[in-house]
């Protein structure tokens, strides 16, 4: 049973260019959430879907990110016009029900971004 | 505004004793805690949980402490093994509506030395 992947596990760009980071949830799992993490900081959260919705995007920027998980394939987070503070470290996790009682968060091994 | 703190960012204990992660919280909203353990270069790793109706939990080596009215709570690891030097997050859940997002702490590093 594969655990969450991201991908890529690196991603570079420069200032201006685009980044798509991909999420694929654990098997049986409807609910993503996205995570960064900056340097020498907790995880601060970013946005929470399900299939085709967005249930939660508080922690988002409200421009120049975006997340989306569509009914086939992966949870994609897109920031476009990436600029130096865009760098971190970007974690994915999904959970089988977005209720407490059974809300263990899976995490993925994330995607370290770094903008030049 | 963090309402999750763990204010200790590093904490060093010897194999074989206890180490003891704390964590505070303002939000009395809250409904469930949890406990991560991160490695390098890693995902965090859901270590053990503890719900705001309860006051301990336990399992196996790691138990979790709640004081609900000093908004405190902890993780005792006993007895430490070096396999244990990770870094550790407190997270806390609140429900509102049907979301449920992890608010974490900035972690505390424990480094288990032989």
């Known amino acids: 049973n594969a655990g969450v992947m991201q991908n890529p596990r690196h991603l570079v760009r420069r200032r201006g260019q685009e980044a798509r980071l991909r999420c694929s949830p654990m098997k049986g799992h409807s609910h993503v959430y996205w995570y960064r993490q900056l340097p020498e900081e907790g995880l601060k959260f970013m946005v929470y879907?399900?299939?085709?919705?967005?249930?939660?995007e508080s922690g988002m920027p409200k421009e120049r990110f975006s997340a989306e998980f569509p009914k086939e394939g992966p949870s994609i987070l897109r920031i476009q016009q990436v600029v130096r503070g865009d760098s971190a470290a970007y974690f994915c996790a999904s959970s089988p029900s977005g209720a407490v009682a059974k809300n263990i968060q899976y995490f993925g091994a994330g995607t370290r971004l770094s903008v030049l | 505004d963090q309402q999750v703190k763990q204010n200790s960012p590093s904490l060093s204990v010897q194999e074989g004793r206890i180490s003891i992660l704390n964590c505070d919280y303002t939000?009395?909203?809250?409904?469930?805690f949890l406990w991560y353990k991160k490695y390098p270069a890693e995902g965090p790793t859901f270590l053990i949980s503890?719900?705001?109706?309860?006051d301990k939990n336990e399992d196996g080596r790691f138990t979790v402490f709640l004081n609900k009215s000093a908004k405190h709570l902890s993780l005792h690891i006993v007895p430490s093994q070096p396999g244990d030097s990770a870094v550790y997050f407190c997270?806390?859940?609140?429900?509102?509506?049907?979301?449920?997002?992890?608010?974490f702490g900035t972690g505390t590093r424990l480094q288990v030395t032989l």
């Open positions: 879907l399900q299939k085709e919705n967005i249930i939660d």
């Open positions: 503890i719900s705001s109706i309860k």
């Open positions: 939000n009395s909203m809250f409904d469930y």
């Open positions: 997270a806390a859940i609140w429900m509102t509506g049907t979301a449920s997002k992890l608010t």
